[in-house]
């Protein structure tokens, strides 16, 4: 694999529309909605990562997106990494997948989230926690693994160097500033085995980086992630593009009709009050080790 920078064409899901459709389906049945070019992200990383079965993955910044979730179905042991704390995860991905907490602290056991939901009349989740347990007795979950760690990238302690096949990133390290993100790469890069790959999305930027105050997020030129990354001076990169691609992205009316709820409750985020008008657009970084 070569390294890359790569503003993400809306091309991208008729290029993967099996995938793209698989991925809808799996958010539909978790009760998630995607960011509004998360499709590209996802598509875009997953095109290029290849066979995942009995790899170890980590999911940087990974909340509770569905990109870990689709490789443990996939079969991967994934270490859900983020600085947000997933302890109390609900019980519909625990029902669904086998997770764990890195460490003791990282996960909640599902009887004590369980509990709690019932004492705050949240019958239906609760529910789902009583069958998760039934279901983790019974065995017959997929055979990927979620591992969940509340933690900084900028310091994976509890990660030994060399032992991850690759790290993948939607859209999450965009939301680290230029002096923190090369201490996140270094970080990253510490834990991949040789001959593992980085591969992970942020915001493009033109001509200079700037901060999407909405989104609280990022984005770079292309001259600043080989900088930020560490990536050879001769990366190809197609900035030169970049206005080509925008208009199409700025018309694609597959991701324009199909915005999450969420976007229209706020103008606080990537999409402010649910209005298509996209300010960026999405770059996915390949860097192989
Ligand atoms: C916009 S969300 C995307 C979440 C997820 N990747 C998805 O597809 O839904 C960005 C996430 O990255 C996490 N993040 C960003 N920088 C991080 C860092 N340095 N350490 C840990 N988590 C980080 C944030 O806490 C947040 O949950």
Known sequence: MQPTIEILSVDLLDQHRPLVEDLRRLAKGLGLEFGWHYLLDL???????????????????????????????????????DRGSRSDLSPRFRGRYRVR??????????????LDLLRRG?????????????????????PGEVLVYNQNLMALEDIPDGTLDA???????????????????????????PGGVLLATLGAAREAD???EASRGWCYTA???????DLPADTPDNYDRYDELFEKLK?????????????????DNGMPWGKWEPQYQPVGICRPQ
């Open 101 to 114: 907490g890195l460490r003791p602290e990282d996960l909640r056991p599902t009887g004590a989230v369980t």
């Open 210 to 212: 700037w901060f999407h």
């Open 251 to 267: 018309h694609n009316a597959e991701l324009r009709d199909n915005l999450a709820g969420f976007y229209f409750k706020s103008g």
């Open 43 to 81: 598509t875009w990383i997953l095109s290029r990562l290849g066979e995942v079965r009995g790899k170890r993955i980590m999911d940087a910044g990974a909340g509770v997106g569905v990109m870990q979730w689709y490789l443990a179905e996939q079969g991967a042991t994934v270490y859900s990494v």
């Open 122 to 142: 949240r019958i239906k989740e609760a529910g789902r926690g009583i069958l998760s347990m039934a279901s983790g007795a019974l065995g017959g979950k997929d």
């Open 167 to 193: 790290v993948v990133a939607v859209s999450a390290l965009e939301h680290n500033p230029p002096e923190d993100l090369p201490l996140v790469v270094a970080e990253m890069t510490r834990v991949l085995k």
């Open 223 to 229: 001259d600043s992630l080989r900088r930020l990354f």
